[in-house]
Nanobody
Framework: VQLQASGGGLVQAGGSLRLSCAAS????????MGWFRQAPGKEREFVAT????????YYADSVKGRFTISRDNAKNTVYLQMNSLKPEDTAVYYC?????????????????WGQGTLVTVSS
C-alpha cells in the first residue's frame, strides 16, 4: 500500500490540526494503521494506532486525551485529530500501515510508510 500524509502546518500552542493519510489500493481495510512522529535530533516515536475496522485504538501516553485517530475505509484514509497542541508536539508526522491483527508501537513492525508532514507548534 502507498501512503500520502497531509495536513501539517504551523499552529499556536493550544490550537488544533487534523492530519490525513490517503492510501492507494483496494486492501486498505486489511491494514492496521498507525501514526508516528520524529522531532529534530530524536528517534521516531509511536503516537497512535487503530484497528482494521476502526473499532479499537491505542495511544502513546503523551498524546492520550488530546489526539484522536480514526479511519474511513470507504475513503482509504486515516486521520489524526490533534487538539490542545503543545510545543513538544512539534515533529514530522508519519502514517504507517501494518499487516496483521495485533497492535504494535514498534517502528520496525510497520510495512509501509508515508512521506511525512511537518507540524510546528509555536509557544
Amino acid at each position: 500500500v502507498q501512503l500520502q500524509a497531509s495536513g501539517g502546518g504551523l499552529v499556536q500552542a493550544g490550537g488544533s490540526l487534523r492530519l490525513s493519510c490517503a492510501a492507494s489500493g483496494r486492501t486498505f481495510s486489511s491494514y492496521i494503521m498507525g501514526w508516528f512522529r520524529q522531532a529534530p535530533g530524536k528517534e521516531r516515536e509511536f503516537v497512535a494506532t487503530i484497528g482494521r475496522n476502526g473499532g479499537t485504538t491505542y495511544y502513546a501516553d503523551s498524546v492520550k486525551g488530546r489526539f484522536t485517530i480514526s479511519r474511513d475505509n470507504a475513503k482509504n484514509t486515516v486521520y489524526l485529530q490533534m487538539n490542545s497542541l503543545k510545543p513538544e508536539d512539534t515533529a514530522v508526522y508519519y502514517c504507517a500501515a501494518r499487516i496483521g491483527v495485533i497492535f504494535s508501537t514498534n517502528v520496525r513492525s510497520y510495512d509501509s510508510w508515508g512521506q511525512g508532514t511537518l507540524v510546528t507548534v509555536s509557544s
